[in-house]
């Protein structure tokens, strides 16, 4: 069984910054990619960076410049740090995980959403 926690989101005032957590526990062979994801009132869930297990990064138009994802292998932890936030990043934010579970089965797990508010 894995675990996902997520910390880090809050209310924030545009152009301001948040740096979120997201770290998983539990019995399992490797973490591969990871990615953070977010969903606004009313809207689809919209992936927002992934990371592969070498550290290679991708990011979503919107946030590009911005947003810089990052992973620490040895604490089993993907971070988000955002600046220059907008309203429109308001959303809650989920990490998912792809997990080797052994070396022949993998899965993915999600976080339990954190909420990020950027308001005046």
């Known amino acids: 069984q894995v675990q996902l926690v997520e910390s880090g989101g809050g209310l924030v005032q545009p152009g301001g910054s948040l740096r979120l957590s997201c770290a998983a526990s539990g019995s399992f062979f490797s973490i591969n990619a990871i990615g953070w994801y977010r969903q606004a009132p009313g809207k689809q869930r919209e992936l927002v960076a992934t990371i592969t297990s070498d550290h290679s990064t991708n990011y979503a138009d919107s946030v590009k410049g911005r947003f810089t994802i990052s992973r620490d292998n040895a604490k089993n932890t993907v971070y988000l740090q955002m600046n220059s936030l907008k309203p429109e990043d308001t959303a809650v934010y989920y990490c998912?995980?792809?997990?080797?579970?052994?070396?022949?089965?993998?899965?993915?797990?999600w976080g339990q959403g954190t909420q990020v508010t950027v308001s005046s």
């Open positions: 998912n995980f792809i997990v080797k579970l052994t070396r022949f089965t993998s899965r993915d797990y």
